[in-house]
């Protein structure tokens, strides 16, 4: 069963590569992907997805995509049966849970949450782009 895990993904962390991980486990493949929008234009989304694509290179299981319109919509388009959601607290996990009601009930795509391991610094994107704009070394933070 191939399953998508959509995400902005910049820069990926270690507790996307945990979810990747944690999903492989349960599904046979793992769609990674970034929505393209007028903010995020298909060339800057490339630049972002060539270190995930490297990390990736040896692991047939993995593709790594970038794409446009819904994610419902894309998730059919490549025949994924779910769609995959990392979350770090409970906070995020009912956030997740009622855009996953919301999703099901428009398109009929299930959401599956895992839970990213907090012992491997599951910390956010935009908290370690955050980070790095005060010069502090995030290497810790990505896989």
């Known amino acids: 069963?191939?399953?998508?895990?959509?995400?902005?993904?910049?820069?990926?962390?270690?507790?996307?590569?945990?979810?990747?991980?944690?999903?492989?486990?349960?599904?046979?493949?793992?769609?990674?992907?970034?929505?393209?929008?007028?903010?995020?234009?298909?060339?800057?989304?490339?630049?972002?997805?060539?270190?995930?694509?490297?990390?990736?290179?040896?692991?047939?299981?993995?593709?790594?995509?970038?794409?446009?319109?819904?994610?419902?919509?894309?998730?059919?388009?490549?025949?994924?049966?779910c769609i995959v959601r990392g979350v770090r607290s409970t906070k995020d996990y009912e956030y997740e849970r009622d855009m996953a009601d919301i999703n099901r009930q428009l398109s009929g795509i299930e959401t599956v949450i895992l839970f990213s391991r907090p012992e491997l610094g599951a910390i956010s994107s935009s908290v370690v782009r955050e980070l790095e704009s005060y010069g502090v070394d995030t290497t810790q933070y990505l896989p």
Do not use: C, Q, W
């Not at 990926?12 to 492989?24: C, K, M, P, S, Y």
């Not at 694509?53 to 993995?62: D, F, I, M, S, T």
């Open 1 to 81: 069963m191939k399953v998508l895990f959509p995400g902005s993904f910049r820069p990926f962390t270690r507790g996307h590569a945990d979810i990747v991980e944690r999903a492989l486990a349960l599904f046979d493949e793992v769609v990674i992907a970034v929505g393209v929008n007028a903010a995020k234009p298909i060339h800057d989304i490339e630049k972002d997805l060539s270190p995930i694509k490297k990390l990736y290179a040896g692991e047939p299981r993995v593709s790594v995509e970038a794409f446009t319109g819904l994610t419902a919509h894309y998730a059919r388009t490549v025949g994924a049966a």
